[in-house]
């Protein structure tokens, strides 16, 4: 029943940066793992990163050392510093459970266009 409202994207310039942000209606701190997931045009939803209620962090290739999740549990957010941004990271951005994720329930989500 928790929903989550995604902020931060825009439009960046390629070695930019963005923050997003995903604020949860209810609590989270129950939820074992939180993730940020991606969606190009004509392309499935892709795991960016994820974060465990105990801090344990993972990344998609594409973006390691590059993004980084955090989490929030007093505050129910969960937060995506996005640096050195590429042309190829534009996409919807979403945040979600990973089970939620699994059924396909997805919020609205933020556009990030990377372009020059």
């Known amino acids: 029943q928790v929903q989550f409202v995604e902020s931060g994207g825009g439009l960046v310039q390629p070695g930019g940066s963005l923050r997003l942000s995903c604020v949860a209606s209810?609590?989270?701190?129950?939820?074992?793992?939180m993730g940020w997931y991606r969606q190009a045009p004509k392309k499935q939803h892709e795991l960016v990163a994820s974060i465990t209620s105990g801090g344990t962090t993972k990344y998609a290739d594409s973006v390691k050392g590059r993004f980084t999740i955090s989490r929030d549990n007093a505050k129910n957010t969960v937060t995506l510093q996005m640096n050195s941004l590429k042309p190829e990271d534009t996409a919807v951005y979403y945040c979600n459970n990973n089970v939620r994720s699994q059924y396909g329930n997805w919020g609205q989500g933020t556009q990030v266009t990377v372009s020059s």
């Open positions: 209810g609590s989270i701190s129950t939820i074992y793992s």
